[in-house]
């Protein structure tokens, strides 16, 4: 099938187009530098944003793809998780358009979508079952073991406070670097030592693994970024940012790709996806990677222009539903901004 896909969960304006497993297009209309001077996304400004993107966003897919409005199958939307304003904008214009249209329209999760990102990567073997999948953003920390991907996520764990690129973000404000912090982080580290400073793993003693072993805390090391920080500069001495840069990160990669691989561990599952923009921190690919292989276990990354928000892998989540016979979502549902893991297209009973 020929399907649109939009996505308007946080900042990313994201309009798709697959036939089938097939990527067309992918555009990708950001709002960030509208948030940057606030330091984080601003909900308003986001939905705004959102708002003015889309139709010329819907426009230029199109054209990438040398097909028209009325070649297309189905419809795709991000009904949840994510900034509830910025998804209504979204859901508005998919259901407009699938009315218009007379097309169904496939009403999907946005976590669900990550995962389905990697089955558009021409270039890999088909995605095997089971995987553990880390995915991780600015806006989310989650630990997935996937069966199906049309039927099966179960959510094994996830960030009880920031999520892992929210505490780039704010690491990256304290130590005076501008927003987004994880490239600017990533830069300054280039130069620093990972183990000048022993910062804290969060949810790693004893203690917390029975409770929440694959459960995420960065808040804990964000205070003790900004403690460390504080009583470095009240002793007149100069902070050193490469190092503090370079210690932070590996604490987060640290444990990150810790927890992924006991998941892979205690399941017994021999495969490790990665997903969402702080995939594009190298140190943590190379370190995923390393691990993984001394552990055997395949790692899988999806080119970043898909690990990132877009459309084309909500577009992709909907043609696997499609190909796998599903019935399309009704009109009556809404814009869900906790819509759980485990519901991969949103369920009947939610349709308000
Ligand atoms: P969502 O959580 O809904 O996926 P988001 O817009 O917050 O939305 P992304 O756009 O996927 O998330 O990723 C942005 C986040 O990734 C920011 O927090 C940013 O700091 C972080 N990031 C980007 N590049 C890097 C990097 N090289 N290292 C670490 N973090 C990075
Ligand atoms: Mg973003
Ligand atoms: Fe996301």
């Known amino acids: 099938p020929l399907v649109l896909g939009i996505e308007t969960s946080c900042d990313e304006t994201g309009i798709g187009i697959v036939r089938g497993r097939t990527l067309l297009s992918n555009t990708i209309a950001s709002s960030m530098d509208e948030h940057a001077r606030y330091g984080g996304v601003v909900p308003e400004v986001a939905a705004r944003a959102h708002l003015e993107a889309l139709q010329p966003s819907i426009e230029a897919a199109l054209a990438e793809s040398h097909v028209g409005l009325t070649d297309i199958d189905a419809i795709a939307v991000t009904s949840g998780p994510g900034l509830a304003g910025a998804l209504m904008v979204g859901v508005g214009a998919a259901k407009a358009l699938a009315v218009s249209l007379e097309r169904p329209l496939y009403a999907v ?83 620093g030592d990972a183990d000048a400073i022993r910062f804290p793993r969060g949810l790693s003693r004893a203690s917390d693994l029975a409770a929440h072993r694959y459960d ?46 006991a998941a892979c561990a205690d399941h017994g599952v021999p495969r490790l996806l990665l997903g969402g923009g702080v995939i594009a921190n190298k140190r943590l690919r190379d370190v995923a990677i390393e691990r993984a292989d001394a552990a055997g276990v395949t790692v899988r990354i999806p080119p970043l222009s898909l690990c990132t928000d877009n459309g084309a892998m909500i ?33 009947p009973s939610r349709e308000a």
């Open 216 to 261: 995420f805390s960065f808040s804990g090391l964000k205070t003790a970024v900004a403690r460390w920080v504080e009583q470095t500069q009240a002793a007149g001495e100069e902070v050193p940012v490469a190092d503090v840069a370079a210690s932070f990160r590996e604490a987060v990669v640290d444990v990150l790709v810790t927890k992924a691989l």
């Open 109 to 191: 999760n946005h976590l669900v979508g990550h995962i389905a990102a990697d089955i558009l990567d021409a270039d890999a073997p088909p995605l095997e079952y089971p995987t553990v999948a880390l995915l991780v953003s600015g806006g989310h920390t989650s630990l997935l073991l996937v069966r199906d991907l049309t039927t099966d996520v179960e959510l094994l764990g996830e960030t009880m406070d920031d999520a892992a690129g929210e505490a780039f973000d704010k690491v990256a404000r304290l130590l005076g670097l501008p927003y987004p912090g994880g490239p600017e982080i990533d830069r300054a580290a280039a130069a």
């Open 315 to 347: 577009a992709a989540l909907a043609a696997e539903l499609i190909m796998a016979g599903r019935p399309p979502s009704t009109l009556a549902f809404g814009a869900d901004s906790t819509l759980p893991v485990t519901e991969i297209q949103v369920a």
